[in-house]
């Protein structure tokens, strides 16, 4: 019952992390989306996703940090209601 965040916010984008396009770290030019956030609301609380982005995904000072890109996932917990 998982659920994944990115997706989630972000139906039609691929999300590619691992993207040997646009960076040059990577030894191919394959892409795919192998970081991922996911959740499940819990017994007390609902989960409410506010944003997802990739994280790290431009060349900072000239270079990226690693060769795949993260993801940064914003969520909001809210309190179920007791019955």
């Keep these: 019952d998982l659920k994944d ?3 989630e916010i972000n139906p039609n984008d691929p999300g590619y992390t691992s ?3 646009k ?3 990577k030894e191919s030019k394959a892409q795919s989306r192998i970081d991922f956030i996911f959740y ?3 017994k007390e609380y609902d989960v409410k996703v506010l944003n997802s982005e990739l ?3 431009q060349a900072i000072s000239g270079q990226f ?3 795949h ?3 940064h996932t914003r969520f909001q917990l809210v309190k179920k209601e007791s019955e």
Excluded: H, Q, T
């Design 19 to 21: 993207d040997g396009l």
């Design 40 to 42: 499940k609301p819990g």
């Design 69 to 71: 890109f993260g993801v």
């Design 23 to 25: 960076n040059p770290l």
């Design 55 to 57: 994280a790290f995904n």
């Design 65 to 67: 940090v690693s060769d």
């Design 5 to 7: 965040s990115f997706r």
